[in-house]
């Protein structure tokens, strides 16, 4: 029941009501969601599954789970655990297993028909969801139950699932009258539309407004590969020859703008980025945000919440608004100092060229790639070559694997791929028994959302059985046929952190799948993933993987730590950049809804709220502007902090592993025990004191990004 809520919350969730496309005719037989997959792991047959099944799927799943929740009102027997929280826990399993196939590939893969589906069953899966949760009679035996739960014989794990379950009826709205619970339905349906409203319209203006360059000089400075990249997407989107094509990546920064030596071409690049959504045109989605927040903020006073971060942050390890305000009021104004400083650098490397400008956003990757070849006596083009994509992935993520938890990966290219990009590799443990399935998706294009991003298509209970299979996505630019795909640091560490989050899935030993794998508070889901991040330099991981592409020969121990100091150097750029959008979020969702900003004054208002933290430094604007931060507008509202929050505890964590051993099965089968292996199954400070044996401060993480008092 849990897991099909956690997918209801964390979805692009869908608008319009558009028609459905002959979808009735596919009958529950042929339907391939519909029955049990005989693949490994259950892993879903992709080769069959075509957009037509979805409708029906989810039509015939919702039934069957209204029918298990209607036996369980209508059990004539008293409400006991059992009859009612383990048999909430085994309704609607079909249900889960159809959203989260359709919203994985809707996130991967999409077309105008799956976002037709999406449009037209978000309202329905909303309305599900509420017709449950908001059944006074369902929630009389829940509640029943939960009354009696400190007198019952039953185990920690299945105790904290009747308080967790409590208390998602609670926060649903299961204690308002009947006219509030309608008004709440209202809301929850409008939310739904507008939801995916937004996001697709996100993804649409992303592909619309890539830019084009028709002058090969106006790329001076991008690699050959890059260019014919760009050659090739014109021609794709039937442009003639002779023209370029650069696309977007959906964070302001664009990857190009380090390279570029054209400064009218890197601002025109720049632009089109930042002031995506606020067009004016089809996709510009100012009017939904403003809709969603205001109705977010309605919502958490109708449920007794002062604010919708209120809400949010009453099941977060954060714990109140107040103490993620002081937070960010605390370090955002010792990121934008060290911004500054680092800014001072590059205005002199402009003088010093004896160019007549002051330093802009869309000068500050350049000029900052020119400080790093002159200060550090490197550029990027220098490390890529060490760095390929495939030789990361095998002898970098999974040799750390193996030599923290034993687990080994083998390929299959016998099983069926929704995508011809993707790769599926079979999961072993250090005993030689079969775990999982894990799918690397790492290329980008226009039927993929934008970011990286971890996800589950199967999940493993001790309840229920089964086995994982969980993917991990990036949004690497694919080179021409024949090219290697040589990352940049940024992608080598993006994609350690994304199998932070795998082997939180795949390593999942719970009984309930409430609790499996990162079905944990949105702030603890980021903390695995970021201390996965510190193997990417770990010395004996490093020198396995760093090998370059053509001569096979290692990486430099001098180049890394010119890479490292760089990287260092950059410290209050990315700081800064990331608060201001977490702060942005935040901040949005703190307003009452009669204060929230219209489609004109939400320009104002980012300017404002920048410039009350002291965060309004022109040549760093925020990595999401609210016109396209998929993550406020998604599952992560008033929650962007989490990855900052996760980076105390992250930070804390690196420390206690140089301490305690490092790279060995002692430390990952700790790690194992303590946090990944125990889900969402106990509180999760509770488990980092347990892994830790101390609550962290936030100095390790100062003293790591190197954001002391006034910069250095």
Known sequence: ?????????????????????????????????????????????????????FGPAFDAAMAEHQA?????????????????????????????????????????????????????????LSAHSDAILLNPDLFARVKAVYDERDSLDIDAESKRLIEETYKDFVRAGAQLSDEEKARLKEINGELAQLGTQFGQKVLAEVNDSAVVFDDVSQLAGLSEARIEAAAAEAKARGLEEGHYVLTL?????????????????????????????????????????????????????????????DYVLEVQTAGSVDRINDLHAQVGP????????????????????????????????????????DRFDFDDAEVRPYFEMNNVLVNGVFYSAEKLFGITFKERTDLPKYHPDTQIWEVFDADGSPIGLFITDFYARSSKRGGAWMNSYQIYS?????????GN????????????????????????????????????????????????????VEYPSQVYEMWADWPEVLQ????????????????????????????????????????????????????????????????????????????????YRPTYFSHSMGGYSA???????????????????????????????????????????????????????????????LERRGLVEGGE
């Open 249 to 309: 990546l959906n964070t302001s920064g664009q990857p190009p703008l380090a390279s570029m030596t054209n400064r009218e071409a890197r601002e025109r690049l720049h632009q089109a980025s930042l002031i995506r959504g606020s067009r004016g045109n089809e996709h510009d989605t100012r009017e939904t945000v403003s809709q969603i927040v205001k109705l977010r903020a309605e919502r958490a006073n109708m449920l007794g919440y002062d604010t919708h971060a």
């Open 68 to 124: 298990e929740i209607d036996a369980i009102v209508n059990n004539p027997e008293p409400p006991s655990f059992d009859n009612v929280y383990v048999a909430l826990e085994q309704a609607g399993q079909r249900l889960s297993y159809v959203a989260r196939v359709f919203y994985n590939l809707n996130g991967t893969h999409t077309n105008p028909d799956m976002q037709a589906t999406q449009r037209e069953y978000a309202p329905k």
């Open 639 to 701: 929650g962007y902090y989490s990855y900052f929050w996760a980076e105390v505890l992250d930070a804390d964590s690196v420390l206690w592993i140089k301490e305690n051993g490092g790279l060995d099965r002692e430390t990952g089968d700790h790690l194992r025990a303590t946090i990944l292996s125990t889900g969402g199954s106990e509180d999760a400070m509770v488990l980092y004191e347990r892994f830790a044996g101390r609550i962290p401060g936030i100095e390790p993480l």
């Open 544 to 623: 396995n993987y760093a090998i370059h592409y053509e001569t096979g020969e290692p990486i430099p121990p001098e180049l890394l730590d010119r890479v490292m100091e760089a990287a260092l150097f950059n410290e209050g750029f990315r700081t800064s950049e990331y608060l201001a959008a977490s702060i942005l979020d935040f901040e949005l969702h703190q307003l009452p809804a009669d204060e929230v900003p219209g489609p004109e004054e939400l320009a104002d208002f980012e300017a404002e709220t920048l410039a009350k933290y002291g965060m309004d430094y022109a040549p760093v604007p925020p990595r």
């Open 462 to 470: 001790g309840m229920l059985g089964g086995a994982p299979v969980v």
């Open 1 to 53: 029941m849990r897991t099909f809520l956690v997918l209801l919350a964390v979805a692009f969730v869908a608008a319009c009501n558009a028609p459905q496309q002959a979808q009735e005719n596919v009958s529950e037989t042929s339907n391939p969601l519909l029955v049990d997959s005989t693949l490994p792991y259950g892993l879903p047959p992709f080769d069959q599954i075509e957009n037509e099944h």
């Open 334 to 373: 010792i990121a934008v100092a060290n911004a500054k400083k680092e800014g001072e650098v590059l205005q002199a490397m402009i003088d010093a060229n004896e160019e007549d400008f002051d330093l802009a956003s869309w000068d500050w990757a350049y000029y900052t790639e020119q400080v790093r070849q």
């Open 473 to 524: 996505h990036l949004n690497v630019t694919k080179p021409p046929e024949g090219e290697p795909t040589l990352l940049t640091w940024d992608e080598v560490v993006t994609m350690f952190h994304e199998f932070g989050h795998a082997v939180h899935g795949l390593l999942t030993d719970v009984y309930y799948p409430s609790f499996s794998g990162t079905s944990v508070p949105r702030d603890f």
